[in-house]
């Protein structure tokens, strides 16, 4: 399997902070990966696959970089709906394997 | 706006199989991959499974000896079976549509997911 590692697992920031998570896959995926939001007894909602490609209706502020092994998923302006957890899926592989997962939370 | 639900028993015994279903509306289930996916109280995601709407499958391997994913195209429903429980699988479980541009394998659309405990 490929394991997926976010980091950090907890982050800590105000509103209007850019925000930056890092998901590192152990092997290349080349850009087979997706994040996705996660808030408090709901299902996740996908942001981002391939990598860098937005979803549909999700805000500019978020984005996605990377390529291999290492991906960002950065926030330009932390707005007070996106305290959540965010994980990152890869699916390159035979078995789609995701991220621990990283909590932002209000500072 | 395709909407999915599950259903099925929210206690399962030890060594007993689980069983719940995905029921999909306000769209067709013919077309698409359809996902299985779990959180364990307090975890991440772990990714069961999917089926094409034409029946074909893929498993996790770590759980492929424990797993069937079936479709019913009439119903628009799809389905998954866990055998042999532990209170491992004590989890919620999410059915899921794969969007296309990821070949299926990233999921657009969830339903609220259905919480599974297993109990000794």
């Known amino acids: 399997d490929i394991q997926m590692t976010q980091s950090p697992s907890t982050l800590s920031a105000s509103v209007g902070d850019r925000v930056t998570i890092t998901c590192r896959a152990s092997?290349?995926?080349?850009?087979?990966l997706a994040w996705y939001q996660q808030k408090p007894g709901k299902a996740p909602k996908l942001l981002i696959y391939?990598?860098?490609t937005l979803e549909t209706g999700v805000p500019s502020r978020f984005s996605g970089s990377g390529s291999g092994t290492e991906f960002t998923l950065t926030i330009s302006s932390l707005q007070p709906e996106d305290f959540a957890t965010y994980y990152c899926q890869q699916y390159n592989s035979y078995s789609r394997t995701f991220g621990q997962g990283t909590k932002v939370e209000i500072k | 706006q395709l909407l999915l639900r599950e259903s099925g028993p929210g206690l399962v015994n030890l060594s007993e199989t689980l069983s719940l279903t995905c029921t999909v509306s306000a769209g067709s289930i013919s077309d698409y991959y359809w996902n299985w996916i779990r959180q364990p109280p307090g975890k991440g995601l772990e990714w069961l499974g999917h089926i094409h709407y034409s029946g074909g499958t893929n498993y996790n391997p770590a759980l492929k000896s424990r797993v069937t994913i079936s479709v019913d195209t009439s119903k628009n429903q799809f389905s998954l079976k866990l055998s042999s429980v532990t209170a491992a699988d004590t989890a919620v479980y999410y059915c899921a549509r794969g969007l296309g541009g990821c070949g299926g394998d990233c999921y657009i659309s969830w339903g609220p997911g259905t919480t599974v405990i297993v109990s000794s």
């Open positions: 391939k990598a860098s």
């Open positions: 092997q290349s995926i080349g850009t087979w």
